[in-house]
Each structure stands twice: as structure tokens, then as C-alpha cells.
């Protein structure tokens, strides 16, 4: 039985909620090609969710943060680092992400660490 690995992009909507891209949609907004209007003019907040099913078993969790913003079409203009200006992301948003992404694993029960 080989690694599986699955990788979520979700923004945290300005509304207080999740927002999930496929990786395809991901990275072309990425690159520049794809657009999000409805959050042009905007900062937010970005995580990313990767799982791992490791060998042995066990899922390996793994998430990253960051700060986007968004031109007045809905491109995004910039991404970098949370800075100190900036929302953090807290812990309840933070677990949110994660649980979002291991909804789909078929496990009998979850210890989160």
C-alpha cells in the first residue's frame, strides 16, 4: 500500500466561513489566470491543508498559512506571510481547516494531537 496525499486550499471568507479551491483552480489563480470577483479588493486569509496517509497507517497533517489580496477584478495581487497587522488565524479556524479536509477519510476515530 503506497502514500496517498491530498492537498486543500481554503480561504476564510470575510462572512466567517470556509471557502475550498481544487488544486487545478489553486493554481491558476496562481498564475494569474483565473479570478475570484467576489473577493476583489480584498485581504485574506489562506490555508492550506495537506494529509498525508502515511504507511504505517496514520494520517500526517500538515498546514500552512498566509495573506492574499486581491485586485478590483478579482485577481490575486498578492501573497506572502501573515504580518502583524494582519487577523491571525486562531485556533478555532485553524482546526476548522483541518477538520475540512480530513472529512473523507474513512477512519473509526481521530485523535487530534
Sequence with gaps: MGTTQEVHHLVLTP?????????????????????????????????QVVVTDETDGELK??????????DQEGRLTEAGPIGTNDPRISPFEHDACVQWALRNWAAP?????
Design 61 to 70: 497533517v500538515v498546514t500552512a498559512g498566509a495573506s492574499i489580496k486581491f
Design 109 to 113: 476515530s481521530v485523535v487530534f494531537h
Design 15 to 47: 462572512d466567517g466561513g470556509l471557502r475550498e479551491f481544487s488544486p487545478e483552480l489553486a493554481a491558476k489563480i496562481a498564475a494569474g489566470a483565473g479570478k475570484l470577483p467576489e473577493f476583489a479588493e480584498r485581504k485574506l486569509r489562506y490555508v
